[in-house]
T-cell receptor, first 111, second 114 residues
């Protein structure tokens, strides 16, 4: 079945440093979604990428979708303590009926 | 405000008991989902439903059951057949066939077997 993998599993950064998490799918995706889960909370939808090579920005967050539509990345510039949490990527099955989530990257920021 | 309500927030189950987790949404979303999250892990799909009176198994459906009698409600029963039910259970919904809109999640139910 479809597999979605993320690296790294954990990342500690000093406040102000940059952070990147990478997502790879075993199959070509029609789109990829990113979610953020704060400690003790629930996942919150951040963004969806659809086009090959697409790049989208949300303030300090930059999302990329690979040319082959099998990988994606999330880059945070100048991390802040409010960025703490686990970031998940997720891709739909071929029918678009369900999402498969990656294992997530847990970001910890030292003030 | 529209959203998804999961209850209870915390649930304790004795060995051999069935328990039902509630999920209600007032977003008028067609599709609803149940995911399981273990500590430090990702989300694994248990069951999903795209329309009323229809649902499909996800990757880890064994030991669980669901119903979808109303569009707004998608309860999950954790049966005694589920050998390791202690986990964080998340319900989600989305508008079907509409790009650019991700899943909306409820605040979850933490189930512990005692």
């Amino acid at each position: 079945g479809q597999q979605v993998m993320q690296i790294p599993q954990y990342q500690h950064v000093q406040e102000g440093e940059d952070f990147t998490t990478y997502c790879n799918s075993s199959t070509t995706l029609s789109n990829i979604q990113w979610y953020k889960q704060r400690p003790g909370g629930h996942p919150v939808f951040l963004i969806q990428l659809v086009k090959s090579g697409e790049v989208k920005k949300q303030k300090r967050l930059t999302f990329q979708f690979g040319e082959a539509k099998k990988n994606s990345s999330l880059h945070i510039t100048a991390t802040q303590t409010t960025d703490v949490g686990t970031y998940f990527c997720a891709g739909p099955d071929n029918a678009g009926n369900m999402l498969t989530f990656g294992g997530g990257t847990r970001l910890m920021v030292k003030p | 405000d529209g959203g998804i309500t999961q209850s209870p927030k915390y649930l304790f189950r004795k060995e051999g008991q069935n328990v039902t987790l509630s999920c209600e949404q007032n977003l008028n979303h067609d599709a609803m989902y149940w995911y399981r999250q273990d500590p430090g892990q990702g989300l694994r799909l248990i069951y999903y439903s795209q329309i009323v009176n229809d649902f499909q198994k996800g990757d880890i459906a064994e030991g669980y059951s669901v119903s979808r009698e109303k569009k707004e409600s998608f309860p999950l029963t954790v049966t005694s057949a589920q050998k390791n039910p202690t986990a964080f259970y998340l319900c989600a919904s989305r508008v079907q066939d509409r790009g650019g809109y991700g899943y909306t999640f409820g605040s979850g139910t933490r189930l512990t077997v005692v």
